[in-house]
T-cell receptor
Framework: DQQVKQNSPSLSVQEGRISILNCDYT??????FLWYKKYPAEGPTFLIS?????DKNEDGRFTVFLNKSAKHLSLHIVPSQPGDSAVYFC??????????????FGTGTLLAVQP | GAVVSQHPSRVICKSGTSVKIECRSL??????MFWYRQFPKKSLMLMAT?????????EQGVEKDKFLINHASLTLSTLTVTSAHPEDSSFYIC?????????????FGAGSRLTVL
């Protein structure tokens, strides 16, 4: 049962344009959402997060939007740069999963930013 | 910022042997650490929660006798893959909450690529 889903396995964007990565979840008890960036053979690195009590959080070129009623969040990157090319994972915190900070990850979206 | 160090980064072993992977939080303490596993082009699957001073909590379907976890101190957790089989070949990543990004964020190690021949 995949509680966090990223339905687009890949996305290709031109440099300078906006990249929009989407994520859907099924568990309404998730209270905190995060986006991670991952390169092959490396661990994920944290990008940005949002609490369930907010609908938007911005950090430089990265903005995360949360629509709780739709159980949907998205990551916007603008302007996109070639160095942004990586796999992006969304993750949700399951506070009722038995341990604080237990994260459930989506399946990932491979972003390719074309020069 | 928070740093989680994982060692070894790559290991190749023969079937039937055991392999130990270490995860250290270098500049912060972690009473809890999480072990994930990633298959090629797949998501990160949580295997277990490592608890300092007590037993690890395993996710459904993960064999606790095969994947031994020991949280020896506030900065060290180890994962031992016992009697390794080729199907155990995978990318194992540990993580810990805390550090500069705050307690709500998991900081990940660089991962360990295990290949079982």
């Amino acid at each position: 049962d995949q509680q966090v889903k990223q339905n687009s396995p890949s996305l290709s964007v031109q440099e300078g344009r906006i990249s929009i990565l989407n994520c859907d979840y099924t568990n309404s008890m998730f209270d905190y959402f995060l986006w991670y960036k991952k390169y092959p053979a490396e661990g994920p690195t944290f990008l940005i997060s949002i609490s369930s009590i907010k609908d938007k959080n911005e950090d430089g070129r990265f903005t995360v939007f949360l629509n709780k009623s739709a159980k949907h969040l998205s990551l916007h990157i603008v302007p996109s740069q070639p160095g942004d090319s990586a796999v992006y994972f969304c993750a949700a915190r399951d506070i009722y999963g038995g341990a604080t900070n237990k994260l459930i990850f989506g399946t990932g979206t491979l972003l390719a930013v074309q020069p | 910022g928070a740093v989680v160090s994982q060692h070894p980064s790559r290991v190749i072993c023969k079937s039937g042997t055991s392999v130990k992977i270490e995860c250290r939080s270098l500049d912060f303490q972690a009473t809890t650490m999480f072990w994930y596993r990633q298959f090629p082009k797949k998501s990160l699957m949580l295997m277990a929660t490592s608890n300092e001073g007590s037993k690890a909590t395993y996710e459904q379907g993960v064999e606790k006798d095969k994947f031994l976890i020991n949280h020896a101190s506030l900065t060290l957790s180890t994962l031992t893959v016992t009697s390794a089989h080729p199907e155990d070949s995978s990318f194992y990543i540990c993580s810990a909450p805390g550090g500069a990004s705050g307690a709500n964020v998991l900081t990940f190690g660089a991962g360990s690529r295990l290949t079982v021949l």
